[in-house]
């Protein structure tokens, strides 16, 4: 079984700090996502990674940068949190037409 | 530009009835693909369905068909006999191009209630 994970269900932080968000998977995918999701929005992808030191903007990396050092590691970074980056973010992986994802981190920035 | 739209915020089926989720999606790229995610209330995104744009039957997982109509660019997800456990957010999403490494696009979401 492919298994996503994220470093935080919950997590609760204050506006200007610099929050990360983890997400490892253990099937070793090449593709890696993340995204937020916003009611009536959808799922909107922030940036991608298709290979360790690759990155790709999505529609909305305005606020945001990511970090693959590692194949299995997927980073999401704040670097200072604002009240509007209250949203829950879901990671995903990939190697063939299916993304698996995880179980998503629901972020309250105050 | 949006380019996968789902209508209907919310919608509301009788047990043991069958339900159509609606999607419509855009893109001039001849290559892509669908898919239809169930997201219940505890979180966790599931994978139902996939539609290749190129594959001429349409796809079916047990209680899940997915109505391709390539002109119309329609893909909606028939749920045939729901059950109470059906209830959840539905995604539809697109991936464009041949490559798996490509991104995907996902619509705003139908919540599914299944009445009792």
């Known amino acids: 079984d492919v298994k996503v994970t994220q470093s935080s269900r919950y997590l609760v932080k204050r506006t200007g700090e610099k929050v990360f968000l983890e997400c490892v998977q253990d099937m070793d995918h090449e593709n890696m996502f993340w995204y937020r999701q916003d009611p009536g929005l959808g799922l909107r992808l922030i940036y991608f990674s298709y290979d360790v030191k690759m990155k790709e903007k999505g529609d909305i990396p305005e606020g945001y940068s990511v970090s693959r050092e590692k194949k299995e590691r997927f980073s999401l970074i704040l670097e200072s949190a604002s009240t509007n980056q209250t949203s829950m973010y879901l990671c995903a992986s990939s190697l063939g037409s299916e993304q698996f994802f995880g179980p998503g981190t629901r972020l309250t920035v105050l | 530009a949006q380019k996968i739209t789902q209508t209907q915020p919310g919608m509301f089926v009788q047990e043991k009835e069958a339900v159509t989720l609606d999607c419509t999606y855009d893109?001039?790229?001849?290559?892509?693909?669908l898919f239809w995610y169930k997201q219940p209330s505890s979180g966790e995104m599931i994978f139902l369905i996939y539609q290749g744009s190129y594959d001429q039957q349409n796809a079916t997982e047990g209680r899940y068909s997915l109505n391709f109509q390539k002109a119309r660019k329609s893909a909606n997800l028939v749920i045939s006999a729901s059950q109470l456990g059906d209830s959840a957010m539905y995604f539809c999403a697109m991936r464009e191009g041949l490559y798996n490494n490509n991104d995907m696009r996902f619509g705003a979401g139908t919540r599914l209630t299944v009445k009792p």
């Open positions: 893109t001039s790229d001849p290559s892509y693909g």
